[in-house]
Every structure is written in structure tokens, then in C-alpha cells.
């Protein structure tokens, strides 16, 4: 992996004044954001906004080790305002030498099998270990309402009070996979901020987790055992992706049950094509209540490190992420501009209308709709 440049050093001392809870101003004026109307002849000074930084602000604070700045910058890029594209590019490019120097674990699993209590007991051994840990936690949002809960932090009290550690939930946004589409961005920012280990908790519903593999380096699945055919969990796609399963909940009368499908797993892993060059995938077994299996995991994810760096899969995959990182968006902008193009947008209905009621097949209207689409573009 190529060398990148050093970083001012960072100690929890220097973001201790920046964790402490704040409580902030609300909008001023009544309940529904309006100007507020009063008779009295003193009304309520108006709090001012906050001032907007700078991109050498935005920069600085974030290799200083101000945690309201790194909160600020990954709201930056993670805005799809037009306004703020430009100076969250700039700011992420100033930081790009900064980056790189972290291990990134991808951790998925039906939901149930106990995602956010592992990666609090595994974030917490890390911390004690001397490690960064920044947990990108991942929630989905409703179909609906298009809200989510964000209810992670409630959930690793523990790791959230620890300064040594940041946890950063976001909307999965109707994303496949849970993964939002600035997540990369949010890594490469808390990699220049000082975190060396950056994990990635996805919704894990039964989605792709595609996308998942395309921006961390070790992917982890987590298992559940007790819960009926556990061999029906090798016919999904995502055992194929994982470089290693994690057996949870392994304690108490569950701790043989955990043993056997541990045996299961590992004989029908043997079929599989390894999901990196060079690497094994197994199967393990922890409980994230007793903390038993968590440093085994620990090992396991420095061993694949080891191996992967020395035989330069490591930064090969790399270098092949941040193509497909590129040619994602390309085909993101290229998807919305379709969408919005005035001339799809006129004869869209007819030509949905036409298939649903079976004039013509959808192969003849894809194409009418990309023959207009090229037309109007001068194409």
C-alpha cells in the first residue's frame, strides 16, 4: 500500500470540549418556524445562524481532531444540495493525502443476529487496544415516510461515550444494500481525522450487500445459530462475498448448537470460491456478551491484512474500488439525467401505458425511450 502523508497527531484530550452534549438553539419564531408576532415592545433577540466554514476551516478542524468539525464536514457531503457539491469536493480532495490508512470491515446479518452488540464489544476491544474505531452505522429508512430511527448510538451507549471512538448513523435512503451513496466520501474523512479502523454496519434485510463489498476490505457475516437450518444460509449469494463467518450469540445452552453449525458451515465453505485471491474464508463463532471470540476475530481480520498486503491484493482491490467507485456515479448521473430529460419525460406515460396494456413489448419501449432521449440530446 503506498505511502500517504502524516497527520497532525490526535489525542481524545484535543475533541474533549467538542464531545461533551450541547444543547443547541432551535428555530427561532413559533412552533411551525414562523416569524413570531408579539405586542410586547422587547421581542426575543434573533439567535444567529451558524457561520458557515470555510474549506480550509472544514479541512484544518478535521486534521486537528475537532469532532464538531468532522460532524460538520460529513453532513457537508452527504447533502445533495447543489450549493454544497463544490466545496465538499475540494474539501475531500484536500484531504485525500490524509487518507488510506485505516482497515475496512463491512458487517452485515439478518436482522436479529446482533450487529450493533458486536460492534460495540468489538469496537470497545479495539479502543482498549490503542485503536480509532469509526462506526458507520446504517439504518434503513421507510419506504413511506422515508425517516429512519438512527437509533444506533442508543443501542452502543457504551462505545458512544468513548472518545477514542465515533459513531456516525445514517439513512440507508432506499440505498440497495443499506449502504448510503456518500458513505465512501464519510470513510475517507474519518480516515484523515485519525480513526485506523472504520466499520461498516449495514441493514442486512435481505438485499444485495454488493455495494458493501465494493468499499471495505475484509467483509464480515454474521450468523445466527438455533434458528432453525442453518445450511440454508449457503445458498445466498452473500456467503460467496464474505471473507469470514461470524457465528454470534455463541453462550450459554446456544454454545454446542454454535459449535455444530460452525463444523457445518466450515465443510460447505470448502465448496465455495474464496471471496479474496489468496484467502480462506471460515467460519468462527463469538458471543459479543461475554466478549468470548472477539479477540480470535481480531486476529483473523490482522492475519487477512498481513497476508493481502504482502501478496498487493490489498491495495489492488483498492485501486479496482475507486474505478468502480468512479464509473457508479457516472452511471448514478447518467440514470437521473435520463429520468429528468424533458423529452422521456413527455412521452413517458404513453409508453408505459402501451406496455401495461401490451401494444408493445418492453425491449420496443426501452428503445423508444432512449431513441428520444438520444434525439433531444443531440446525440
Avoid at 103 to 113: K, Y
Avoid at 132 to 154: N, Q, W
Wanted: proline share 3%; hydrophobic share 35%; net charge neutral.
Amino acid at each position: 500500500m503506498s505511502q500517504k502523508n502524516h497527520r497532525p497527531d490526535w489525542t481524545p484530550g484535543d475533541a474533549g470540549a467538542e464531545f461533551t452534549t450541547q444543547v443547541k438553539a432551535g428555530v427561532a419564531g413559533g412552533h411551525d418556524g414562523m416569524s413570531r408576532q408579539t405586542d410586547n415592545a422587547t421581542s426575543a433577540p434573533t439567535i444567529p445562524r451558524r457561520r458557515r466554514l470555510t474549506v480550509e476551516e472544514y479541512v484544518q478542524g478535521v486534521l486537528e481532531g475537532k469532532r464538531n468539525v468532522l460532524a460538520q464536514a460529513i453532513t457537508l457531503v452527504e447533502s445533495n444540495a447543489p450549493a454544497h457539491l463544490e466545496i465538499a469536493q475540494e474539501v475531500l480532495r484536500q484531504l485525500l493525502p490524509y487518507t488510506g490508512n485505516s482497515i475496512r470491515i463491512g458487517i452485515t446479518g439478518v436482522p436479529g443476529v446482533g450487529k450493533s452488540t458486536f460492534i460495540e464489544a468489538l469496537g470497545m476491544f479495539l479502543c482498549e487496544q490503542g485503536h480509532r474505531v469509526a462506526v458507520l452505522a446504517v439504518d434503513p429508512s421507510s419506504t413511506v415516510t422515508r425517516g429512519s430511527i438512527l437509533g444506533d448510538k442508543t443501542r452502543m451507549e457504551q462505545l458512544s461515550r468513548d472518545l477514542r471512538a465515533f459513531i456516525r448513523p445514517s439513512p440507508s435512503s432506499g440505498t440497495l444494500g443499506g449502504v448510503t451513496r456518500k458513505s465512501r466520501e464519510t470513510m475517507l474523512i474519518c480516515e484523515a481525522f485519525g480513526f485506523d479502523v472504520i466499520l461498516v454496519e449495514t441493514v442486512g434485510v435481505g438485499q444485495s450487500e454488493t455495494t458493501v463489498r465494493s468499499m471495505v476490505d475484509f467483509f464480515l457475516l454474521l450468523m445466527l445459530t438455533g434458528a432453525g437450518d442453518e445450511l440454508q444460509g449457503i445458498k445466498k449469494g452473500i456467503m460467496e462475498l464474505a471473507d469470514a463467518l461470524l457465528i454470534n450469540k455463541a453462550d450459554g445452552e446456544n454454545k454446542l448448537r454454535a459449535q455444530a453449525a460452525k463444523t457445518d458451515y466450515n465443510r460447505a465453505l470448502h465448496y465455495l470460491a474464496p471471496a479474496t485471491e489468496g484467502w480462506r474464508t471460515r467460519a468462527y463463532t463469538c458471543s459479543a456478551l461475554t466478549d468470548e471470540g472477539i479477540d480470535e476475530i481480531w486476529k483473523v481480520i490482522e492475519e487477512f491484512r498481513r497476508q493481502t498486503t504482502a501478496s498487493g491484493f490489498f491495495e489492488k482491490r483498492r485501486q479496482r474500488q475507486v474505478l468502480d467507485w468512479v464509473y457508479t456515479m457516472v452511471e448514478e448521473h447518467l440514470r437521473q439525467s435520463f429520468f429528468a430529460h424533458r423529452g422521456v419525460k413527455d412521452i413517458r406515460a404513453e409508453v408505459e401505458h402501451a406496455v401495461v396494456e401490451g401494444h408493445i413489448p418492453p425491449t420496443v419501449a426501452a428503445q423508444e425511450l432512449i431513441k428520444k432521449y438520444e434525439e433531444s440530446s443531440g446525440d
